[in-house]
């Protein structure tokens, strides 16, 4: 149960703070003029995504090492006391999510800043001269525009919603039993059962209600979503 | 005609610069991190701990990585075949199921289509995929296992048959047809020069999935002359962290083991060639992505 509640709980903070943040970066990158300026910094936002999660793995430990990592180091310099990272459960919630974001925005964000640009000038004219500001056209104009792409990334996302990020959290956590309270989802569990614990029965049984569940919440919400609006349903 | 800029605008700007430019900050920082820590010289690091700039200048953990260098060209070796073969294979099935899947004069189209997201919504899970693969396939230990399970990825047929339909006008194929073109005619000279953008696109997923994969790995590679590189990265990282916990526990010097750079100078070695292709890839994948997904 507590498997469950940490995959789809972390899968929906996942999907709330990714396209909120996707969207809002991608509002603030389109009104800005200078063409090199915008072109460098959505190649440097999106090169995270190219990155492999054992090389994010050793980002981590290079920033939270204990003894040597980035942060106690400056932490030290600064006269704090050092903080130990990798016993702390809590933090990891952070952790994990910060780096999804971090991995993971420059790719949503390239979604939304493509639609903005389909978004005809002709509208921010018509603003303009019937005097709107810049946060009037924003919130009348472009977010209502991006409404039909958040929604059909958002149903996507909820069809995997009983799937967890299992490269994410298994380089980060790895066997580290300290944070399993907070950080086991349901791909650790059943990879561990698999090749750490060899319980293959329980591995299979997790797996399979895994997917069962998966299954029936996407058949709900895709019924639900077809009541109230035909167009978007999945299937 | 030109309309003015209201006052709002330029603090906006201002605003928007400022934030953008921090983002990115934060988006380059562990990179930069990583690549001086690898040139750092290891003594340093286990002393004042990793920092921006390295304190004291070596190469002594690409000295380390490259001292037997017999294995990282073969883990090198392993993910680049895998990483070319996989990637041709793929694509040469995904492009034929989505052309396929998006001919209107095709009967079954929509149950297969559906069929093909239904293993996305609902499957057996790891453990039954396991068996398969080990038991009935018999692929353990085989540079085969490592290409097999992404050569039909749904995600990116289900793309490559919205780019085919958006890219690919039906009369287009009905006038090649009345022409005297057969099906497999059509899908080479027509289908496959039109859709080149989409092409890359999933070309560039696949390849970015085989390159980082680890997982494959280390679920059926036993033998370690098979190890992709990054699963290779992977024992290094954690072989590197078992000889300096032992190095602290015993009391005995390791001295003339860095590992800490070791372990920055191989990610640096893994990740190289990916860093240097994306300027050249990058604007394909933009393009593709744009047209496949909101179009879509």
């Known amino acids: 149960m507590r498997l469950t509640i940490n995959t789809i709980g972390y899968n929906l903070v996942f999907i709330l703070f990714g396209n909120v943040l996707a969207i809002a970066l991608a509002v603030l990158l389109s009104e800005l003029k200078s063409k090199w300026f915008k072109k460098l910094t959505q190649s440097i936002m999106f090169l995270p995504y190219f990155v492999s999660f054992v090389v994010l793995s050793v980002i ?3 920033v939270f090492n204990y ?68 946060f009037q056209r924003i919130w009348y104009i472009t977010v209502p525009m991006l409404k039909t792409t958040f929604i059909m990334l958002l149903l996507f996302a909820l069809g995997t919603i009983m799937k967890g990020q299992f490269d994410l959290f298994y380089q980060l956590i790895g066997n580290n039993g300290m944070l399993y309270n907070t950080t086991d989802i349901l791909d650790t569990y059943v990879y561990r ?16 209600y895994q997917s069962l569940f998966g299954f029936i919440l996407i058949m709900t919400v895709n019924s639900i979503i077809k009541k109230i609006n035909d167009e978007y349903a999945l299937f | 005609m030109k309309i003015k800029d209201d ?66 060209l073969q883990a090198y070796g392993v993910t680049t075949i895998v990483t070319i073969i996989g990637t041709t294979l793929g694509l040469f099935f995904m492009t034929m199921a989505g052309y396929v899947l998006q001919r209107k004069d095709f009967k079954y189209r929509n149950f297969f289509s559906f069929m093909i997201y239904f293993t996305t919504l609902f499957g057996g899970g790891l453990v039954p995929w396991y068996i398969m693969m080990t038991k009935y396939l018999k692929l353990t230990d085989t540079l085969t296992v490592l290409i097999f399970p992404g050569l039909m990825t749904p995600f990116l047929i289900i793309l490559m048959k919205n780019f085919i339909r958006s890219a690919v006008p039906d009369e287009v194929i009905e006038s090649a047809k009345i022409d005297g073109a057969n099906d497999f005619t059509i899908y080479s000279r027509i289908v496959l020069q039109l859709s080149m953008p989409g092409i890359a696109t999933v070309g560039l997923f696949l390849a970015l999935q085989y390159w980082n994969d680890w997982f494959t790995s280390s679920l059926f590679i036993n033998d370690p002359s098979k190890y992709q590189l990054q699963y290779y990265l992977y024992n290094v990282i954690n072989a590197m962290s078992f000889i300096a916990q032992m190095g602290a526990g015993t009391g005995v010097s390791i001295g003339d083991m860095p590992t800490e750079s070791t372990k920055m100078a191989m990610s640096v070695v893994v990740t190289g060639p990916i860093l240097f292709l994306y300027p050249f890839v990058q604007r394909y994948f933009v393009k593709g992505l744009t047209i496949g997904a909101v179009k879509g």
Request: charged share 15%; glycine share 6%.
């Open chain 1, 193 to 208: 059962s698999l090749k750490v614990t060899f319980d293959i029965g329980m591995s299979t049984a997790a797996g399979l």
């Open chain 1, 67 to 134: 003894e040597s990592g980035f942060l106690n180091t400056t932490l030290t310099k600064l006269g704090a006391e050092p903080m130990d990272v990798y016993n702390t459960p809590w933090i990891w919630i952070f952790l994990i999510i910060v780096f999804y974001l971090w991995k993971n925005l420059g790719y949503s964000m390239v979604i939304y800043l493509a639609s903005i640009t389909g978004i005809s000038e002709e509208y921010y004219e018509a603003a303009k001269i019937d005097g709107a500001n810049i």
């Open chain 1, 60 to 62: 981590v430990y290079n």
């Open chain 2, 7 to 72: 006052n709002y605008m330029k603090w906006f700007r201002l605003i928007a610069f400022v934030v953008i430019l921090l983002t990115t900050l934060v988006c380059l920082f562990p990179f930069l991190l990583i690549i001086s820590a690898s040139f750092t010289q290891n003594e340093s690091i286990i002393k004042d701990g990793y920092n921006l700039i390295p304190t004291v200048f070596s190469l002594e953990g690409y000295q380390t990585v490259f001292r037997f260098p017999k294995q990282v």
